[in-house]
């Protein structure tokens, strides 16, 4: 069973930073897109940023110029690096990945456990 596993989440100050992470927990055969999703409490999740294997990106209007999305396929990790915090960006962040556990298994969506990230004005 493959799961995603997030960390880099907390509690940051209005204009700081966070660095968040998302690793594959083992060996898989491949991955295409990857992507951050976000849930503030009583609102819908949303798409924040996604990347696709080859390294395109895209990003929510709300958060460009502000927000970057990694990839290393090597490691088959995403990362999002948030600068210029503000508190609407307060939610729950959650990783997504489309996975094709082996050479024949067809791919996937994989979706992590969610990391808290709030920001306090």
């Known amino acids: 069973q493959v799961q995603l596993v997030e960390s880099g989440g907390g509690l940051v100050q209005a204009g700081g930073s966070l660095r968040l992470s998302c690793a594959a927990s083992?060996?898989?055969?491949?991955?295409?897109?990857m992507a951050w999703h976000r849930q503030a409490p009583g609102k819908q999740r949303e798409l924040v940023a996604a990347?696709?294997?080859?390294?395109?990106?895209n990003y929510a209007d709300s958060v460009k110029g502000r927000f970057t999305i990694s990839r290393d396929n090597a490691k088959n990790t995403v990362y999002l690096q948030m600068n210029s915090l503000k508190p609407e960006d307060t939610a729950v962040y959650y990783c997504?990945?489309?996975?094709?556990?082996?050479?024949?298994?067809?791919?996937?969506?994989?979706w992590g456990q969610g990391t808290q990230v709030t920001v306090s004005s």
């Open positions: 997504y990945a489309e996975i094709a556990p082996f050479l024949y298994s067809g791919y996937n969506d994989y």
């Open positions: 083992r060996s898989i055969f491949n991955i295409n897109a």
């Open positions: 990347i696709t294997r080859g390294g395109i990106t």
